[in-house]
């Protein structure tokens, strides 16, 4: 063996030895230069009969490097609340004594953040602060003072007088926070501060209040005057407090924040030993974020290793690993390690779902529906049906009386027929199923003024398109009122627009791979955010790879967390455990307005259960689409089946993917109709109830999550 491999040996053997890393590298340098000397040659020659050189693999951690510390930069202004005791000369009056005093005085501090754990929700602040702990000590007195003199007699009168003394101390020194992020944006805290005491004067003035100047029996006759004035006696040299904190957390761009906050200070060690005082504290501080040196990971390295014996190298029984991917330029794959979150105004089109569902025997429309008790009440509080702000399909559905109550009032022509429906485990009974239609009737009546003859009712004992009647699931969406207005515009869909953001890329492919794949029984994997599981998948009897789509969730876009990540446990028939683990970065990007990102979204349902036709309504939705694409120019589009959770994974990927394609393939056909050009790319994917868009245990929310989903980006 020749000289490189009995040094690589030697210094590989001294960075295994994880207790003395500053050593470990003094000795592999000095490995290195020995390595180059002539005398290397004969060592190793030396070397080769003791043993043999084998090629071995091991897994070298990389040096991690600790979160960075941040700079903060802080001011605040201090009320403070004092209380007198038995005040020395020449503090002190021939009048009662001061009882308290108050004081507002500023407060300047300049120091550093610390965390003290990887997720960033502990840290200590250690600062440099200036403080004044000034205050005004204000006594009122009450007096006889010369009024007149007439014919030599003097006549008195009674005058107020305050005695003021106006406290100037200053003190400068060190403090140390203690913080605690219990929620995100909110935090908790105590501070420690000790400072040197400087500027330790006073100024004791006496004024006159009401009745003219300041004239005594023999004295002044002047407004105000100083009474005394100097250092303050028996004052100390240092100060020490504790300070309680609340403060909340707004970032102002990626790597600055502002930290609002609010205190409650105590003094441990006072000033001076006549006056104890206490403080309350609101202020502001500015935190800047250093930028973080890159993660490391574990490399696999291969190195020829010195061995007395050949060693023996153990194959782990079962391992699991996991990557997080998305597609490039080309259309190939690239593993993901940063994530951008950006804000983009986003325009949603949201579906009318014109179907109220009731409860089981029962004809009254449920609780969690917004019913107005009076057409006064639903004038003042509505908010319209046509635009709106900021608000969720959920939250928009259960005002869908009240959306299409103002519709048919803006529209007085237009009819509408009301179709109650049973379960079939109501007992047939038809009679229910009307009288569900005729609560409809009643409430939009009575509360939108909609006239009885626009207003057909009727019953049956199953919907004109059941959902399967054998599974609760199924008789709970068959428990409904249908409402079918004559003209179809009454239920187009509902316009909401808001700031979002958006992560890039949107969606992520998750792979997973195991060894030996044939072994694997369960998995799961989780999505942290901030120690957080904010969304999990699992699944059995996977084969050796296996790549899952996943959306990144609103919590990694709204939160300040600065990084996702994502865990794998799974477990083989042998119950075997292995575990895998990766991270992503997230940055913040802020665009300007003059290069504002927007999205629009248009949401298509009431297909059928496990159906992937559309019906009239989609249509006219798909034309609303088409003629969107012709004023605007889209970056892209993408198409998105989903369904709802119930049946088999694969079936429901497949019809998701149906869907897709069946909505893909007539908005081509409603552009042609129109001469707009197609665009050249669309994504069209189906993404099963991978999604969760909506809570599936309410019947709307399965309806919701049988959709399909056109996002233009532009």
């Keep these: 063996m020749d000289a490189e491999d009995v040094f690589l040996c030697f210094c590989f053997s001294c960075f295994r030895r994880p207790k003395f890393e500053t050593v470990q590298k003094i000795v592999a340098y000095l490995c290195l230069v020995l390595f180059l000397s002539p005398a290397s040659t004969a060592l190793a020659q030396g070397a080769t009969s003791l043993g043999e050189f084998q090629d071995s693999v091991y897994y070298i951690p990389d040096i991690t490097h600790p979160n960075p510390v941040s700079l903060f930069l802080g001011g605040a202004a201090d009320f403070h609340f004092v209380k007198d005791g038995l005040l020395p000369i020449p503090l002190s009056t021939n009048c009662d004594a001061f009882l308290n005093g108050h004081g507002i005085q500023p407060l300047l501090q300049l120091g550093l953040n610390i965390p003290l754990d990887s997720e960033r929700r502990f840290y200590i602040r250690p600062s440099l602060f200036f403080e004044g702990l000034g205050a005004d000590h204000t006594w009122a007195e009450y007096d006889s003072v010369v009024s007149e003199i007439v014919n030599g007699q003097r006549h008195y009168r009674v005058a107020q007088f305050d005695h003021t003394i106006t406290n100037y101390t200053k003190a400068i020194g060190l403090g140390a926070l203690l913080n605690w992020q219990v929620v995100p944006h909110f935090s908790i805290g105590v501070r420690f501060s000790a400072a040197a005491l400087f500027d330790q004067t006073y100024i004791k003035i006496e004024r006159a209040v009401s009745s003219g100047d300041l004239i005594r029996v023999g004295g002044d006759s002047v407004r105000e005057k100083i009474d005394t004035s100097g250092s303050l006696p028996n004052a100390g040299s240092f100060y020490a407090a504790l300070n309680f904190r609340a403060a909340l957390d707004l970032p102002l761009s990626r790597q600055l924040r502002a930290e609002p906050n609010v205190s409650f200070s105590l003094p441990l060690v006072e000033a001076v030993p006549y006056w104890s005082h206490y403080s309350l504290r609101g202020g502001i501080d500015f935190v800047y974020e250093l930028p973080m040196t890159p993660d490391t990971t574990l490399i696999e390295h291969h190195i020829k290793v010195w061995h007395d014996k050949p060693p023996e190298i153990k194959k782990p029984v079962f391992t699991a690993h996991i990557e997080a991917a998305a597609l490039g330029p080309d259309g190939k794959e690239e593993l993901v390690a940063r994530l951008e979150v950006r804000e983009v105004k986003a325009r949603n089109a949201y579906p009318m779902l014109n179907y109220i569902f009731f409860d089981s025997a029962s004809s009254d429309i449920a609780p969690r529906y917004v019913q107005y008790q009076s057409a006064e009440e639903a004038t003042r509080s509505f908010k319209g049906s046509i635009e709106r702000r900021g608000e969720r399909t959920s939250d928009l559905y259960l005002e869908t009386l009240n959306i299409l109550g103002d519709r048919l009032r803006r529209q007085p022509t237009a009819t509408v027929r009301l179709v109650g429906s049973n379960s079939g485990s109501d007992e047939g009974n038809i009679e229910l199923a009307r009288h569900r239609a005729e609560t409809i009737k009643n409430y939009l009546h009575r509360i939108w003024g909609i006239d009885d003859k626009r207003m057909t009712v009727s019953g049956s004992l199953l919907p004109e398109k059941p959902s399967p009647n054998t599974i609760a699931e199924g008789q709970a969406e068959n428990r409904r009122v249908e ?178 394609e069946t909505a893909a393939a007539m908005l081509e056909r409603e552009l042609r109709k129109r001469n707009i050009a197609v665009p050249p790319t669309i994504m069209i994917e189906g993404l099963g109830s991978k999604g969760h868009l909506y809570d599936n245990r309410l019947p709307e929310g399965r309806f919701f999550s049988r959709t399909v989903m056109i996002t233009i980006e532009r």
């Design 483 to 660: 409402i079918i207005p004559s003209d179809i515009s009454i239920t187009d869909p509902l316009y909401v627009t808001n700031i979002e953001r958006t992560a890039n890329p949107p969606k992520l492919n998750i792979n997973l791979s195991f060894d030996p794949e044939e072994t694997v029984r369960s998995y799961r994997a989780s999505f942290k955010i901030a120690n957080i599981e904010v969304s999990s998948f699992e699944g059995d009897s996977l084969t050796a790879t296996r790549s899952t789509r996943w959306s990144v969730p609103e919590e990694a876009l709204t939160t300040n967390a600065d990084s996702l990540s994502i865990d794998l446990i799974a477990r083989d028939l042998h119950n075997e455990i292995a575990y895998a683990h990766t991270s992503i970065k997230l940055t913040q990007q802020h665009s300007t307005s003059s290069e504002e990102q927007t999205i629009d979204r248009f949401s298509l349902i009431l297909f059928g259960f496990d159906e992937s036709s559309l019906g009239a309504k989609n249509e006219r939705t798909l034309g609303i689409v088409a003629e969107a694409l012709r004023k605007i120019k889209p970056r892209s589009i993408t198409i998105s089946g989903y369904t709802d959770e119930l049946g088999d994974e694969n079936h429901n990927n497949e019809l998701s993917r149906q869907r897709a």
